[in-house]
Nanobody
Framework: QVQLVESGGGLVQAVGSLRLSCAAS????????MGWFRQAPGKEREFVVV????????LYADSVKGRFTISRDNAKNTVYLQMNSLKPEDTAVYYC?????????????????WGQGTQVTVSS
């Protein structure tokens, strides 16, 4: 089993920043891609960003490109999401997830373990 625990969410004003963390425990972390997804009220969960097993590849949703940065520390079994220039439309519950392979994928069906989510609220 793999347990994923997100932290770092909160309330921030527009154009502010937050850094989310996702700590993994249990089975292998370093051999798998890690992704972030988000779900806003009344909307479906959507892909945000993914990083490959070794950090060599990343893929961002167009809506966050240039503002968000994903990174990982395999020694600490942790993936990070630095979010800058936040907008009210970034308000959502953010989930981290472990990919079924080491490579970047955008479909949530390519992820097998999920965290419980952390709320990010951006006020205008």
């Amino acid at each position: 089993q793999v347990q994923l625990v997100e932290s770092g969410g909160g309330l921030v004003q527009a154009v502010g920043s937050l850094r989310l963390s996702c700590a993994a425990s249990g089975r292998t972390f370093s051999g798998y891609a890690m992704g972030w997804f988000r779900q806003a009220p009344g909307k479906e969960r959507e892909f945000v960003v993914v990083i490959s097993w070794n950090g060599g590849s990343t893929l961002y949703a167009d809506s966050v490109k240039g503002r968000f940065t994903i990174s990982r520390d395999n020694a600490k079994n942790t993936v990070y999401l630095q979010m800058n220039s936040l907008k009210p439309e970034d308000t959502a519950v953010y989930y981290c997830a472990r990919g079924t392979t080491g490579w970047v994928r955008t479909s949530e069906y390519e992820y097998d373990y999920w965290g419980q989510g952390t709320q990010v609220t951006v006020s205008s």
